[in-house]
């Protein structure tokens, strides 16, 4: 499994995957690995191969409990629908064509669906990528969903959601209070995530009337776009540490300085936050001319 990675449109990311389990979630992305770049094309994947690109614990899952799982991804999957809609018309696409399990010569088959192939095929911008073998090593399945959005912003080392958006993109039940969120969702995410992105912190900031919770921040390292051949290896990487200190900006840096494993409601007045919205405004939009869309 080292070195195979998942890539797929960003669209991908808006899209809750409700009730998925983490192995449920692990198993998906395996699939979706072998589906990238294969168009609408049935492929076939042993047993075997699929359980070792989805690090399924082999040891204490017997066969039936792995066919099981496999039923309960689709089943799961038939809720999760693509949405296109037009002045005229409304059409909904569910990710898999083919999806068959064959329990006799352990094997599945299965393809995307033609009208939604653009999301594993011939992606060249906006696009989200991961190693296959770091997501599947998460325990949570709330880390492996914020893995999967971090990654998107990966080069900007910053994320801002509203709360009622962040809780829609990780299922998070609605009986959650924040204190619950807190415990139950942020501090096994910085738990996991901490060693993946660097310096990672996690904010919550109020809205201007109130004490309500109206957005969930992230901070991290950006990491690096640019690699020189013609360089030292020793060079590129010193250069790229450089670069991403260069492209992140003083409210940025001076965020990075708090506590990263804490987590704290940013007590802004109405003058910082309208500062801080404009400054990250200004940030985007250096990115956009200088990098393109962001991947």
Same mark, same amino acid.
């Given at each position: 499994?080292?070195?195979?990675?998942?890539?797929?449109?960003?669209?991908?990311?808006?899209?809750?995957?409700?009730?998925?389990?983490?192995?449920?979630?692990?198993?998906?992305?395996?699939?979706?690995?072998?589906?990238?770049?294969?168009?609408?094309?049935?492929?076939?994947?042993?047993?075997?191969?699929?359980?070792?690109?989805?690090?399924?614990?082999?040891?204490?899952?017997?066969?039936?409990?792995?066919?099981?799982?496999?039923?309960?991804?689709?089943?799961?999957?038939?809720?999760?629908?693509?949405?296109?809609?037009?002045?005229?018309?409304?059409?909904?696409?569910?990710?898999?064509?083919?999806?068959?399990?064959?329990?006799?010569?352990?094997?599945?088959?299965? @393809?995307?669906?033609?009208?939604? !192939?653009? /999301? =594993?095929?011939?992606?060249?911008? #906006?696009?989200?990528? +991961?190693?296959?073998? &770091?997501?599947?090593?998460?325990?949570?399945?709330?880390?492996?969903?914020?893995?999967?959005?971090?990654?998107?912003?990966?080069?900007?080392?910053?994320?801002?959601?509203?709360?009622?958006?962040?809780?829609?993109?990780?299922?998070?039940?609605?009986?959650?209070?924040?204190?619950?969120?807190?415990?139950?969702?942020?501090?096994?995410?910085?738990?996991?995530?901490?060693?993946?992105?660097?310096?990672?912190?996690?904010?919550?900031?109020?809205?201007?009337?109130?004490?309500?919770?109206?957005?969930?921040?992230?901070?991290?390292?950006?990491?690096?776009?640019?690699?020189?051949?013609?360089?030292?290896?020793?060079?590129?990487?010193?250069?790229?540490?450089?670069? @991403?200190?260069?492209?992140?900006? !003083?409210? /940025? =840096?001076?965020?990075?300085?708090? #506590?990263?494993?804490? +987590?704290?409601?940013? &007590?802004?007045?109405?003058?910082?936050?309208?500062?801080?919205?404009?400054?990250?405004?200004?940030?985007?939009?250096?990115?956009?001319?200088?990098?393109?869309?962001?991947?």
């Amino acid at each position: 499994m080292a070195g195979e990675t998942v890539v797929y449109h960003n669209e991908m990311n808006l899209v809750p995957l409700r009730n998925f389990t983490p192995v449920e979630i692990d198993l998906l992305f395996a699939m979706c690995n072998k589906l990238k770049e294969q168009a609408d094309d049935v492929i076939r994947i042993d047993f075997k191969d699929l359980k070792q690109l989805s690090n399924y614990d082999a040891n204490t899952r017997n066969i039936k409990r792995f066919i099981n799982d496999l039923q309960r991804v689709y089943d799961k999957m038939l809720t999760i629908t693509y949405k296109l809609e037009t002045s005229t018309k409304i059409k909904r696409f569910v990710l898999f064509h083919t999806y068959e399990i064959d329990k006799e010569q352990r094997y599945i088959e299965i @393809s995307t669906n033609p009208n939604l !192939k653009y /999301l =594993l095929n011939n992606i060249t911008s #906006n696009f989200t990528k +991961f190693e296959l073998e &770091e997501f599947s090593k998460l325990r949570s399945s709330y880390s492996k969903n914020m893995y999967r959005l971090l990654k998107q912003y990966k080069h900007t080392g910053f994320f801002k959601i509203k709360i009622e958006d962040f809780r829609d993109r990780l299922d998070i039940p609605d009986s959650y209070r924040m204190t619950n969120i807190t415990q139950k969702v942020l501090k096994p995410i910085i738990s996991e995530l901490d060693g993946i992105f660097s310096n990672l912190q996690i904010k919550k900031i109020k809205a201007s009337k109130g004490r309500k919770i109206a957005y969930i921040e992230f901070l991290f390292e950006p990491e690096s776009r640019i690699k020189s051949k013609k360089q030292p290896q020793h060079k590129n990487i010193e250069n790229a540490r450089l670069k @991403s200190r260069e492209l992140t900006p !003083k409210w /940025l =840096l001076e965020a990075h300085e708090d #506590n990263r494993n804490t +987590f704290s409601s940013n &007590e802004m007045t109405e003058t910082e936050r309208i500062e801080h919205e404009k400054a990250e405004a200004e940030f985007r939009k250096y990115l956009k001319e200088r990098w393109g869309n962001d991947s």
